[in-house]
């Protein structure tokens, strides 16, 4: 499913705002979300779950004006802190969610996790919450997928399992990923979002971004790297 921003605003009371923000996500496609702490790329993310109303702006799905109900229905979002029912386990998250887990599904789950089924998802560490939570998000196979900071927290095992899992979700889906992570992003990513103060500064494929930085490309975070810093000498 195509998503297209145009012109969005988030007003908070404190006087942050987000936007105007001018951004389009494309089945097939991950776009990585990238900027410094307090830039609002969980504001912007959870404006495009329906979670927040925007001030200003449209979002648009396929062609389709969409506003907060349809983005609950349609977008899925896995926060950087997935909260879990109290008093449910991993097991009776799935049957929740889905009526339950085949055998063989389940067994590769609980060998990720090195833990059973039974476990209940706050005695696992922060790594193994967010496995959990990005397989009951991806279990629904949304058509559009938001994930803030999905690396943070986890062994370079699961590291690599969100990987591979994010790359087989984007022949089905627009996949819009938050992260710092320079290395792991480029790995996943097609196309890149710099967001500071609320605003975009810089996008584009990772050859664009080097040919904008003078670099030659060949080390794809050391141009993230290099954006980044432009971004911020730019905007103090």
Known sequence: ?????????YRLRGGFVLGPVTMHLRPGEVTALLGPNGAGKTT???????????TAGDIRLDGHAA?????RKTVAYTPTEPRFLPRATVEDLFRLRLGGLEKPTGSALAEKLGRPLTTYPARLSR???????LELT??????????????????????????????????RAAILVSSHDLFHLPRVAQRFIFL???RVHAEGTLGELAAAVGASGENAASVLRDVWKRMLEETP
């Open 1 to 9: 499913m195509e998503v297209l921003v145009e012109s969005l605003e």
């Open 44 to 54: 912007l993310m959870r404006v495009l779950a329906g979670l927040l109303f925007p």
């Open 67 to 71: 506003g907060p109900h349809r983005l």
């Open 127 to 133: 790594g193994q919450r967010m496995l959990v939570a």
């Open 138 to 171: 991806l279990a629904g196979d949304p058509p559009v997928l938001l994930v803030d900071e999905p690396w943070s927290g986890l062994d370079p095992l699961a590291q690599d399992e969100v990987l591979e899992r994010l790359e087989t979700q984007r022949e």
């Open 196 to 198: 500071h103060r609320g």
